[in-house]
Structures are given as C-alpha cells and as structure tokens.
C-alpha cells in the first residue's frame, strides 16, 4: 500500500482518496475516517472564520450594554440629587469644609441615602472627617451604584477607598455651596450636575471629587470622559436627564453647559 498524503484543506482531497479506495491503495475504513476529517476541518474553519466576523459585533454590544448601564447609575444619581433637593431645599455641597478648611464629607456621601444606601449613611459619623479612623472602615465600602461597569475591578482609589467613577461638576458643587434650583438662571436642561470619569478615580467620600467640565472631554486624566472607540461622556444635567457628549463637542457649548448664572447662549450639542 502506497503512503496516503492527504491536505485538509484542499478541495480534491475527497477525491483522490476515492481515487486511491477504488485502486485498493488504502481500506473503506481509512476513506471514511479521511472523508469525515476532510469535512469537520472545513466545517471548522467555517465556523471559525464566523466566530471572527461576528467577535467584533458581540464586543460593540458588550460596551453599548456598559454604556447602557453607566447611563442608569447617572439617572439613579440624578434622581438622588433630586431627593436630596426637595429635602433639603437646595442641592448637596460638592464638599463640607470646616472653618479651619478640614475637609469632611462630599456630595456623594451626603445622598447615599437616595441611592438605596442608608444603613451605609448611618454607619458614618459626620462630626468626623471622612478620613477619621472613626468612618475610615466605612468609606471603604464599595457602592455599586457608583462604578462604571468596564472597571467594575478599579473598586477603590489610589488612597486605598472606595473609588467613584463619576465626579461632579465644579462650578455647581463646590465647596460649601448651597445652589437651589431657582438659582440655575441657565435652565436646568442646560447646566452640568456630574458626569462619568475613565482616569483619576477619587473615593466616594472625597470631597474634592468634583471637575470642571469646560476643561474637555477625555483630554487628560483630570477631565471628564471615556474612551467609547471615541473619546465621549454621558453626562447628567440639572433638569435629571443624560445625554451623551462627545468629545468633538465645541469648547464654548461645553463651557456654557458647566456654568448655571453665566447666561450664556447654548447652541446645539
């Protein structure tokens, strides 16, 4: 019997192997299990060659579902905030300062109780710092509500607490500020509350964790912004609502939109 040389993935292959059985140079056994080889590795790369076109599909619809949810945590914090506002009768602090410029709590802490978070909010006293070894266990505590779920594993900042990925914008949470909604003299549809981060995370409890939106999107590690295949950020307004920004946006729309009394005209966006 002469040596059987057979290429899978040549499409005479079948043939000459029939060739071969009718010349008695190989048994029916031997063709069968060739034949069957011949058509599992072409069904093979068949299906490998439409797992590969089909990957790139399933990855943009792995991140438009991220997308997705980023978006629902920034509606959860929104409404938060306008819980917080109606109990309060004006919107959070973007931090708490002591006259002595002590830092102790930040926006985020102060409406864990409107993001389904309150036995955590009880277990923090806000006579001491957040950094206080009396709160300090506390504010390790991962909040889900407060993390983007493509870094769901970046759960806590360089300081060691639990991170955020969502800051808040600087020019209406600042600190010690008091702004009511009567005071967006820029319409609330207009006006920047907050928005996601994708570098420089800061904990929860930081009450320096606020941007300033006019300084870009996804320009360096100290703005707003992610890497969407393009640089862009939901972003939530003072009216509750969440819309995406790109980062070609024009300069002068996004810094009309991170200010609440400047009273300037906010083309489209």
Request: with cysteine.
């Amino acid at each position: 019997m002469k040596p059987f040389r057979l290429a899978l993935s040549h499409p005479r292959a079948i043939r000459r192997t029939l060739a071969q059985w009718r010349s008695g140079e190989t048994d029916t056994k031997t063709v069968v299990i060739i034949i069957l080889a011949v058509v599992g590795g072409t069904l093979l790369l068949g299906c490998g060659g439409l797992i590969l076109l089909l990957l790139p599909a399933v990855q943009q619809a792995r991140e438009a579902a991220r997308r997705t949810q980023s978006k629902n945590n920034l509606k959860i914090i929104g409404l938060a905030l306008h819980n917080y506002h109606d109990a309060h009768l004006t919107f959070p602090p973007g931090g708490i300062y002591g006259e002595d410029e002590t830092a102790y709590h930040s926006w985020q802490f102060q409406i864990l109780p409107y993001v389904d978070a309150a036995p955590l909010y009880n277990r923090i006293d806000s006579d001491y710092p957040w950094t206080d070894p009396v709160n300090a266990d506390a504010f390790r505590t991962v909040v889900p509500q407060y993390l983007h779920p493509t870094d769901e594993s970046q759960q806590y900042a360089a300081d060691g607490f639990a991170a955020s990925h969502y800051a808040g914008n600087s020019n209406v949470l600042f600190p010690n500020s008091n702004i009511r909604i009567r005071d967006v003299l820029d319409g609330t549809s207009y006006t920047l509350l907050a928005g996601e981060v994708g570098a420089g995370y800061k904990a929860w409890g930081d009450p320096t964790n606020v941007r300033d939106p006019a300084g870009g999107i996804r320009v360096g590690p100290d703005t707003f912004g992610r890497d969407y295949g393009e640089p862009g950020a939901n972003m939530l307004f003072m009216d509750g609502s969440v819309q995406f920004l790109s980062g070609d946006i024009d300069p002068d729309v996004l810094k009309a939109l991170s200010t609440y009394d400047a009273g300037e005209e906010v083309g489209a966006f």
